[in-house]
């Protein structure tokens, strides 16, 4: 979960930091600005949640209702929300507003929904979301098949190793995530990369979408050390199937 556990951190910190800023703006009395932070508070803990747990970068949706739904929260996260969702353009834009935002905000209200982001805050974010039944199961049967993948190129290709590369090999998937494999034999001598794949996807028959990489093993050691697919798969890490 490399990249999404990075991902999270920065959400988390910026979701710290309008809090305090909001708090900052409130006790300036620019209450309208402190209930704008406030929103954006709860948004960045919700995504720092649901970068951990989706495995994935989260929607670009500003909708705090749709960011909480999405992640299953519990129905204190939800009711939280909803109170909070419709102050995000309230606050700021005069056309939501009815006039200057200023005027539709006070103390009270500023601190009530600083209570609420602050709740949002401290139970979302950064903490890891159970990833689906759904998307579990899916990557049990990736990984199955990419298995299956590995025996069928050895039988049918002559293939000397196969390799599982990318998110799947990272453990930073997300549902719906293809499946990267590189394949080495000595059939692919003499063919296009192209055609090289056409011969391995036949093979597949996992429950995502597979992005073969055919080389033969010459090609596999002259491209470590340049830019590539392959010296990008060695630096993110390998995961020998053979």
């Known amino acids: 979960m490399g990249q999404s556990v990075e991902m999270a951190k920065i959400w988390n910190a ?28 709860a948004a960045c803990a ?15 949706a500003s909708g705090l209702v749709e960011l909480a739904e999405g992640l299953d ?19 700021r834009y005069q056309n939501a507003a009815n006039g200057n935002p200023a005027d539709n905000y006070d103390l009270a209200f500023a601190v009530e929904l600083l209570s609420l982001a602050a709740q949002v805050v401290e139970e979302c974010s950064g903490q890891p979301v159970p990833v689906s039944a759904e998307a579990e199961a ?38 719906g995530s293809d ?12 063919l296009k990369r192209w055609e090289s794949c056409l011969l391995i996807e036949p093979l597949w028959d996992g429950p995502v979408s597979v992005q073969p990489l055919g080389l033969t093993p ?3 050691e002259g491209a470590r050390d340049k ?9 993110d890490g390998l995961i020998a199937l053979l």
């Open 14 to 41: 910026m979701a710290e930091r309008d809090l305090a800023a909001a708090r900052f703006l409130a006790n300036g009395e620019f209450y309208e600005l402190a209930v704008f932070l406030s929103h954006g508070a």
């Open 46 to 60: 919700l995504r720092a949640a649901w970068c951990l747990g989706r495995r994935g970068p989260p929607p670009n």
């Open 73 to 91: 929260a519990s129905e204190h996260i939800l009711a939280a929300c909803r109170r909070l969702n419709p102050h995000f353009a309230g606050s």
């Open 138 to 175: 899916e990557q049990r049967d990736t990984l199955v098949a990419v298995r299956r993948l590995a025996l069928r190129c050895r039988d049918e290709l002559e293939a000397t190793q196969v390799y599982l590369f990318g998110s799947r090999a990272r453990d930073d998937w997300h549902f």
């Open 179 to 190: 499946c990267d494999v590189m394949v080495l034999s000595d059939r692919f001598s003499g």
């Open 218 to 220: 010459e090609e596999f």
């Open 227 to 235: 830019r590539g697919p392959v010296a990008m798969a060695l630096a």
